[in-house]
């Protein structure tokens, strides 16, 4: 993960293996890592965490099962899943943020081929430092100034929704990452808008092999 913090892009220049993120980690690691490390949410902090994904990250067997109205596993709802708690990508988004407990993670998989919303609810509270919606943003909106795949996105972000409602599928098709602070001075919503194939799977592999190579990062992105 380039963005990850300074100095990562040197490490993953001279690296022979580099594995790419989790799709649900990428947008969890990227909110909540630089909080974590900026020492706004403490690493003990009891963290839950949601996402809604589309249906082509659970590979060959789910795509059938949604792209075919006529298969016996048509599905057409939305489908929370992973319900013991103990999904394949905690570790990484235990280490990679900076948590000492895994989070309770909540994915849910839509009738929708590429997409992805991962939210992280806070409450004000209980963080280390006194600070709102528009205070995280602007904290947020320093430790990426400068990268061209992660945006944060102005607070409040009202002219960013339609009728409300924070859309799903609008970094489809890109490397790009938008994270979003909602909320209000007691309760805080953190949530991360990107494509699970793009920068939650083989966009981010481009952008470390451009690195690797020695070629500008967005060749190809």
Do not use: W
Not at 14 to 27: D, E, L
Not at 118 to 142: C, F, Q, T, V
């Amino acid at each position: 993960m380039p963005e990850l913090k300074k100095g990562q892009r040197e490490l993953i220049r001279q690296s022979k293996r580099i594995a790419v993120p989790g799709c649900h980690a990428s947008g969890f690691i990227l909110m909540l890592h630089p909080l974590i490390a900026g020492g706004i949410v403490a690493p003990d902090y009891p963290i839950s965490t949601h996402t809604v994904a589309g249906y082509s990250g659970g590979g060959k067997g789910m795509i059938a099962d949604y792209d075919n109205p006529d298969s016996p596993g048509y599905v057409r709802n939305p489908r929370p899943y992973s319900l013991k708690l103990d999904h394949k990508h905690l570790p990484e988004m235990t280490k990679y943020s900076g948590l000492t407990e895994p989070p309770v993670f909540s994915p849910t998989v839509v009738n929708v081929y590429t997409g992805e919303i991962i939210s992280i609810p806070l409450i004000a509270s209980h963080l280390m430092k006194k600070m709102n919606p528009r205070d995280i943003r602007e904290y947020l909106a320093g430790y990426y100034s400068g990268e061209q795949f992660v945006r944060v996105i102005p607070y409040p972000a009202d002219d960013y929704l339609k009728n409300g409602f924070l859309t799903f599928t609008d970094c489809n098709g890109t490397n790009n990452l938008d994270i979003f602070v909602f909320g209000n001075d007691e309760r805080i919503l953190l949530s991360a808008r990107y494509d699970n194939l793009g920068k939650g799977a083989s966009g981010a592999a481009v952008q470390n092999m451009n690195i690797v190579l020695g070629l500008p990062e967005a060749t190809g992105l």
